[in-house]
């Protein structure tokens, strides 16, 4: 498991583009067979990916790094499928997961396992965890079932729905919050206006993007802004301090994920575009 470590913002503001993607740029989550998995001390969030093809792929890593005896003694799991349909067996009982659903595995659940139902289109499933010291059942949703709201408009190049799937309102967790927004054809931006919320980091990965597109996506201090250019499928740590936006040279899709004190959504500081430097 690679880890990353926290970071402060007057540090950060000192960062080249290479130090600023070797800290929250995740380049690479889903190798065939494998799991990847990277640590953050932000908020102790665990970023991965399984790719399960030829065989099954099982949740585990070096447990001594987390300081148990199997992977969700003390933490919780989301997952999203964002490839060809696959199934998610914990302890003994198996959920389907077709594209663009979600599965949240609760804490204490022993053995977790990934399998792809085809070969020929390998499952990618999206994983976040994060410590949780409660335990709620184990839930599936689909798109149709989560809580969605229509968001932004084609003059603003931002229009896109938000799909909520764990959140206080939703698919109970301990801290994890985690949804997907799709933006429409002809929409470039996400989450502008900016904003932050210190009670709680976020990560974000993005999909759906055509091969020679990119997203630029924006962190930093509200006035003291960089960006990191994204390709499909990769994912990006954005502390607590920082706000958290992109514009693609194409539309796109992408999961946000939350851990921290709270799990209201909407509990966001916001930004105005005036502010932003
Ligand atoms: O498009 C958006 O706006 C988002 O999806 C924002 C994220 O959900 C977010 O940052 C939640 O805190
Ligand atoms: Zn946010």
Redesign the pocket.
């Given at each position: 498991m690679e880890r990353r470590y926290a970071s402060h913002p007057q540090e950060v503001k000192q960062f080249d583009t290479e130090r600023l993607r070797k800290e929250f740029h995740i380049p690479v989550l889903f190798v065939p067979d494998e799991l990847k998995l990277v640590l953050t001390h932000e908020d102790r969030m665990i970023i991965g990916g399984a790719q399960p093809v030829t065989q099954e792929v099982q949740l585990t890593t070096d447990l001594k790094e987390l300081g148990v005896t199997y992977f969700l003694e003390r933490r919780e799991l989301g997952v999203i499928n964002v490839g060809g349909a696959g199934t998610v067996t914990v302890d003994g009982t198996s959920y389907d997961l077709g594209t663009k659903e979600c599965l949240y595995v609760g804490q204490g659940s022993k053995e977790v396992s990934f399998k792809s139902n085809d070969s020929a289109e390998p499952a990618k499933f999206y994983l976040n965890s994060a410590p949780a010291h409660l335990s709620y059942p184990t839930a599936k949703t689909t798109l149709a079932e989560a809580d969605s709201s229509a968001?932004?408009d084609i003059k603003n190049s931002?229009e896109?729905t938000?799909y909520?799937f764990i959140h206080a309102d939703g698919v109970q967790s301990a801290q994890l919050?985690m949804?997907?927004?799709e933006?429409k054809p002809g929409n470039m931006w996400?989450?502008?206006p900016a904003?932050i919320?210190p009670r709680?980091m976020?990560a974000?990965f993005y999909f759906g993007l055509p091969e020679d597109a990119a997203v630029f996506h924006l962190m930093g201090e509200p006035d003291e802004t960089r960006h990191i250019v994204m390709s499909n499928e990769q994912a990006v740590i954005?502390p607590s301090w920082s706000i958290?936006?992109g514009v693609g040279t194409s539309n796109y899709t992408?999961i946000?994920s939350?851990a921290g004190d709270n799990k209201r959504?909407d509990d966001?500081d916001p930004v105005s575009i005036k502010e932003l430097q």
């Open positions: 968001l932004g931002n896109r938000i909520r919050v949804g997907m927004t933006l996400n989450t502008m904003h919320h709680r976020e974000y954005s958290h936006s992408f946000w939350m959504y966001m």
